[in-house]
């Protein structure tokens, strides 16, 4: 039955989710394919008593969400691909001055301009820092649009839980379908923060900072927080699979991918393939260990991506040279179809039971 | 049962509203379900499509490469999509502005002056919806009844007075693909 | 005995690093005089900017966070948006409001950010070792106009209170400069001023405070506050060039 469904955009689905986890504030610069995000904020943020700014360019807004963290609220911004590298600056600056915020790219083509459709070339970027500096951020990868619902309110919880930004990484499909969502119960946790900026009545002052000019100083900061990063890969790895138990081809995707092997998984079962499928739902931290346990089982990886082959290199560190890891994928806003990666799947199968 | 529709046109017939009664009576039937738009410039005034997939079960790929039914409102619409029908597929075709015949000879056709008989009901605007008459009678996909109440949620408040008029639209197209 | 001198209660009990000569260490007591005598230390969030003034938050007793170099008004809105009872500045050099933050300093007095802004210019980078900046005189030599500046080459010195004078967003808007104690006197009213527009207008406010670099200057702290005297005031003209009908 449909209960409390509605239909909805992925884009609009992530503001209205925001919202009811207690985002107070948004700051964002209008770009396709993320544009209804900052469009249903500008209405609903306000009619909630809550702040909608459009800023002056997406330095400028990332920025504002560095202030407005440090103030002790929760906060987001969302761009994708171009603007995203604008604010690499202001997240490495988020990233060390330890403030929670969320941030989402809904991945376009690159590198440049690029286009306008859906990749997910930004990988590399989103999971590896980004920016300058010792860094992660905490990545969650949506495949659905009510996972999008699902891992904003997640966000927003990790991202005051370990005080580190959280990048939610989509894509334009996801950005722009629709499918049902459930709000559910969204209880956002968020903790006292004692360390923010609200003004020094009742205390000493507190200074957000990502400033050590002692280098000794500025080395045990930088082992704090990979010390931090450390736990999250301890505590927060999140991962989907389908069709893995008796898999002797496994695919590795995420995102709207992950929906395209589901597809092509299916259609090889149907041949008695037996391929399946281990989907990310945290891209940082990596499920580095269940893609090692499973190669234990299974003959052959297949890592699928909308780019030239990013996450690939995370799945061959994972499998560690004990099974081959195979890549497909396609960049510049195509999709591949089901079909395809299915031809890709049977041209592994046959290569790997020739052997 | 899966239906893995794409629903295509100019912009400004309303494909992508056609596309989201169907998703959203699909999911009042509780039924999954998925809507894809096409995106970017050929938003403004081009063609225009999208992809709605109906299923029992969990959906894959929202992105469909072998649709079984595509719903062409235009003569560029059914060259482009009619290659990628599933075999067997269903074809629906706005005869009011499609002349050509299909190509293909391994699918279903359905013709339905969808242009004239909403003209002929009052306003060329509902085309999209005798196109979705024709749609659900030829397969079921969804009750006729639920279609109502799609219609409310998609439709804003200050359309609802156009409702009784998609209906009828509604109910034309079914008339016509019988 | 009654106390007629005494060290502000905003003004941190410690030894800056600023250049013997330099005059930011005037400028931090005027804005805490400021702070004082309107009773809003507790409320107050300053923003430090990056350059000379980068250490801003260990010579002041409010509540701050350091920006990225240019985005202090940035940053403030976040802040002040998210406090709106709280009293936000800014403390930015002339490399950073003038040449890498000008979007962000035109876009909050635009949008007429309730923030006070302190914008300290002594015509260079000081922090990096004296280049050039958007601010240094015609014919001003420095390590990247070694020269002096040709305005064929790198244009003209930017004079930033007249620009923003020009926008709809701003409530007050002056320049001063802290070279003699008479001028001191006038930009501590100007400081002061800057920070009750914020109090009691909720509107935008900027004071420009033409500041000395005695070290990249070349010059002895006397002749730096001479050098103000004769070659920055003729350029950049002291006085308020906006105060709007709102500011009392």
């Not at chain 3, 008004?73 to 040449?99: E, N």
Request: hydrophobic residues 40%; proline residues 5%; charged residues 20%.
């Amino acid at each position: 039955m449909r209960g409390d469904k509605v239909l909805m955009v992925g884009n609009e689905a992530i503001g209205e989710a925001a919202i009811r986890a207690g985002c107070q504030l948004y700051f964002a610069y209008p770009i396709t394919p993320q544009s209804e995000l900052p469009q249903l904020l500008a209405r609903r943020m306000p009619e909630e008593g809550r702040v909608f700014l459009q800023a002056e360019s997406e330095v400028a807004a990332i920025n504002m969400v560095y202030g407005a963290a440090g103030a002790g609220s929760r906060v987001m911004t969302s761009s994708s691909s171009p603007g995203i590298s604008l604010k690499q600056e202001g997240i490495s600056y988020i990233a060390g001055a330890e403030l929670p915020c969320v941030i989402v790219n809904i991945v376009r083509g690159g590198p440049g301009l690029g286009g306008i459709q859906p990749a997910q070339s930004d990988y590399f970027q989103a999971t590896k820092g980004g920016g300058h500096g010792d860094y992660r951020l905490i990545v969650l990868a949506p495949a659905s649009v009510q996972e999008m619902v699902d891992l904003t309110a997640l966000a927003f919880d990790l991202a005051d839980k370990y005080r580190n930004p959280v990048m939610i990484l989509g894509d334009g499909v996801l950005g722009q379908m629709m499918e049902p969502v459930e709000f559910g119960d969204i209880k956002p946790e968020i903790p006292s923060k004692p360390w923010a900026t609200t003004g020094r009545k009742g205390r000493d002052r507190n200074v957000v900072n990502s400033l050590y000019l002692d280098p000794n100083k500025l080395e045990e900061h930088n082992w704090h927080l990979q010390a931090k990063y450390r736990k999250i890969e301890e505590e927060e790895i999140r991962f989907d699979t389908f069709n893995l138990d008796d898999a002797q081809l496994i695919i590795v995707a995420y995102g709207i991918s992950a929906r395209i092997a589901r597809t092509a998984i299916e259609m090889a079962r149907a041949d008695g393939i037996a391929a399946g499928l281990l989907r990310p739902i945290t891209l940082f931290p990596f499920p580095t260990g269940a893609i090692a346990q499973a190669a234990e089982k299974a003959r052959a990886f297949l890592s699928l991506e909308l780019s030239a082959g990013q996450m690939v290199e995370d799945v061959r560190l994972a499998v560690n040279g004990k099974r081959p890891v195979h890549f497909y994928g396609r960049t510049g806003g195509i999709i591949p179809t089901p079909q395809e990666v299915y031809g890709e799947i049977k041209k592994i199968a046959g290569e790997e039971v020739a052997k | 049962m899966k239906q893995e529709v794409i629903v295509a046109g100019f912009g400004g017939q309303g494909v992508l509203l056609l596309g989201q009664v169907l998703a959203y009576a699909g999911m009042v039937e509780g039924k999954e379900v998925s809507w894809l738009p096409s995106y970017g410039p050929e938003m403004r005034g081009g063609t225009a499509n999208c992809t709605v997939v109906l299923s029992d079960t969990e959906i894959g790929s929202p992105v469909v490469s072998q649709p079984s039914c595509v719903i062409a409102l235009n003569l560029p619409s059914m060259e482009k999509f009619e290659p990628m029908l599933k075999p067997g597929g269903l074809l629906i075709i706005n005869s009011s502005l499609i002349e050509k015949k299909a190509e293909r000879d391994d699918i279903e056709v359905v013709k339905v002056a969808a242009t004239e008989i909403a003209n002929e009901l009052g306003s060329g605007r509902v085309a999209n919806m005798v196109a979705l008459g024709a749609f659900v009678q030829q397969t079921g996909a969804v009750d006729f009844a639920t279609l109502e109440e799609a219609l409310k949620e998609v439709l804003p408040q200050r359309r609802h007075d156009l409702i009784p008029l998609n209906l009828q639209a509604i109910q034309r197209g079914a008339v016509e693909a019988e | 005995m009654k106390v007629i001198f005494d060290c502000p209660q905003a003004l941190s009990d410690v030894t800056t690093h600023y250049c013997p000569g330099c005059t930011h260490g005037i400028i931090h007591r005027l804005v805490a005089e400021a702070i004082d005598e309107l009773g809003i230390l507790e409320r107050t969030v300053g923003v430090a900017s990056v350059g000379c003034s980068v250490l801003a938050y260990d010579y002041l007793e409010c509540d701050w966070q350091q920006a990225a170099h240019g985005r202090a008004p940035a940053v403030a809105t976040g802040i002040k948006r998210a406090l709106p009872d709280g009293i936000v500045f800014t403390y930015q050099g002339d490399g950073d409001l003038a040449s890498i933050g000008t979007a962000e300093i035109i876009h909050a007095a635009n949008r007429g950010e309730a923030i006070t802004v302190i914008y300290v210019n002594n015509t260079n980078y000081g922090m990096t070792g004296g280049q050039m900046a958007p601010t240094t005189l015609i014919g001003q030599v420095t390590t990247t106009s070694p020269g002096g500046r040709d305005v064929k080459e790198a244009g003209y010195p930017l004079r930033m209170a007249e620009m923003l004078a020009t926008l709809e967003g701003v409530n007050y808007l002056a320049r001063v400069a802290v070279n003699s104690p008479a001028n001191i006197m006038k930009a501590k009213r100007a400081i002061k001023q800057a920070f009750r527009v914020q109090v009691e207008d909720d509107g935008f406010a900027l004071v420009e405070v033409l500041s000395t670099c005695p070290t990249n200057w070349r010059l002895d702290p006397v002749e730096a506050l001479q050098w103000v005297e004769d070659n920055m005031i003729p350029y950049y003209p002291l006085g308020e060039f906006k105060v709007s009908g709102e500011v009392k």
